[in-house]
């Protein structure tokens, strides 16, 4: 199954880099993982996401960094089988930017967003989903932003962080999806790769993916985050940004929940074709891919 209205998105039109370290005890001292992107010829970088881990249950947690977008909303959608996507504004909750929402898939199944200065059940909208411990090549979020785009640049960057650098001046638009694996199906050795490489990886056969080991929080899985660039824009009736949790196999029946900026509909994208972790995982190809990526950083300055 996959979504027409992104089925333009192909990665291997474009050539990107992304950029990771990440100690592990910085990772699991500081518990958030920020993404960023740095658009062709731009010298800053712009923040799209924080990823934290919930120590309580081992839920995953997203926090989109949307300050410039103004009325954000949270809300259920649902899916026809003709792939048109409607949200249940009726019971949406909207914020402005002053008070982000996050996604809280828990470990349990049960999936929420809900603006972060909510207490208890006020504002949450609530979907459930599997158990994240019975997932294995199962997208959970995806992400559709328009790009350039309202994505702040002032946020500072942590050495612990995915810089993902779009170097091409075509870019439209950007697609992350989300991806649990099982984490016993990758060779041990090659989670963090070598020495000091921490939880977070280069994906070595494939430039637009990025693994987080969850393992040092109770969950036997790794997170797999695909960038996915496109010269197209995204749809004219679609929000600007779209951050959507869902099932691949139960979207047309239960819908999903999602987090959205501007006046079109939320988008959910899923990933047509997900790799087999152990198709693209080893630990040869880390070390020339960093070494590539201060080359770009080095000479873009």
Same mark, same amino acid.
Do not use: C
């Given at each position: 199954?996959?979504?027409?209205?992104?089925?333009?998105?192909?990665?291997?039109?474009?050539?990107?880099?992304?950029?990771?370290?990440?100690?592990?005890?910085?990772?699991?001292?500081?518990?958030?993982?920020?993404?960023?992107?740095?658009?062709?010829?731009?010298?800053?970088?712009?923040?799209?996401?924080?990823?934290?881990?919930?120590?309580?249950?081992?839920?995953?947690?997203?926090?989109?960094?949307?300050?410039?977008?103004?009325?954000?909303?949270?809300?259920?959608?649902?899916?026809?089988?003709?792939?048109?996507?409607?949200?249940?504004?009726?019971?949406?909750?909207?914020?402005?930017?002053?008070?982000?929402?996050?996604?809280?898939?828990?470990?349990?199944?049960?999936?929420?967003?809900?603006?972060?200065?909510?207490?208890?059940?006020?504002?949450?909208?609530?979907?459930?989903?599997?158990?994240?411990?019975?997932?294995?090549? &199962?997208?959970?979020?995806?992400?559709?932003?328009?790009?350039?785009?309202?994505?702040?640049?002032?946020?500072?960057?942590?050495?612990?962080?995915?810089?993902?650098?779009?170097?091409?001046?075509?870019?439209?638009?950007?697609?992350?999806?989300?991806?649990?694996?099982?984490?016993?199906?990758?060779?041990?050795?090659?989670?963090?790769?070598?020495?000091?490489?921490?939880?977070?990886?280069?994906?070595?056969?494939?430039?637009?993916?990025?693994?987080?080991?969850?393992?040092?929080?109770?969950?036997?899985?790794?997170?797999?985050?695909?960038?996915?660039?496109?010269?197209?824009?995204?749809?004219?009736?679609?929000?600007?940004?779209?951050?959507?949790?869902?099932?691949?196999?139960?979207?047309?029946?239960?819908?999903?929940?999602?987090?959205?900026?501007?006046?079109?509909?939320?988008?959910?994208?899923?990933?047509?074709?997900?790799?087999?972790?152990?198709?693209?995982?080893? &630990?040869?190809?880390?070390?020339?891919?960093?070494?590539?990526?201060?080359?770009?950083?080095?000479?873009?300055?």
């Amino acid at each position: 199954m996959s979504n027409p209205d992104l089925s333009s998105f192909n990665s291997s039109e474009l050539n990107q880099v992304n950029e990771t370290h990440a100690p592990l005890e910085k990772l699991s001292r500081k518990r958030s993982l920020g993404v960023h992107i740095k658009m062709h010829r731009e010298r800053v970088t712009r923040k799209m996401l924080s990823i934290s881990i919930n120590r309580r249950d081992g839920g995953i947690m997203v926090v989109p960094h949307l300050q410039n977008w103004g009325i954000i909303t949270a809300a259920q959608f649902a899916v026809t089988d003709a792939w048109r996507v409607t949200a249940d504004t009726a019971n949406a909750t909207n914020t402005g930017d002053e008070n982000r929402p996050k996604l809280h898939y828990h470990r349990s199944g049960m999936t929420s967003v809900q603006p972060q200065q909510y207490t208890g059940a006020v504002g949450r909208k609530t979907i459930h989903l599997p158990s994240l411990d019975e997932l294995d090549t &199962v997208q959970i979020f995806s992400v559709a932003a328009r790009l350039p785009g309202l994505l702040p640049w002032n946020q500072l960057e942590n050495s612990w962080d995915v810089i993902h650098i779009l170097d091409r001046p075509e870019v439209k638009s950007l697609q992350i999806s989300g991806v649990i694996y099982n984490r016993s199906k990758i060779d041990a050795g090659s989670i963090g790769g070598m020495e000091g490489a921490g939880p977070l990886t280069l994906a070595s056969g494939h430039n637009n993916a990025v693994f987080v080991d969850l393992s040092g929080y109770g969950l036997e899985s790794v997170l797999g985050l695909f960038f996915n660039p496109s010269p197209l824009t995204l749809p004219s009736d679609a929000a600007d940004f779209t951050l959507a949790s869902f099932h691949p196999r139960q979207l047309l029946t239960q819908g999903g929940v999602a987090i959205y900026a501007g006046d079109g509909r939320p988008t959910p994208s899923l990933l047509a074709d997900i790799p087999d972790v152990s198709s693209i995982h080893s &630990v040869s190809a880390l070390h020339p891919v960093s070494s590539n990526i201060e080359r770009v950083l080095n000479n873009d300055r």
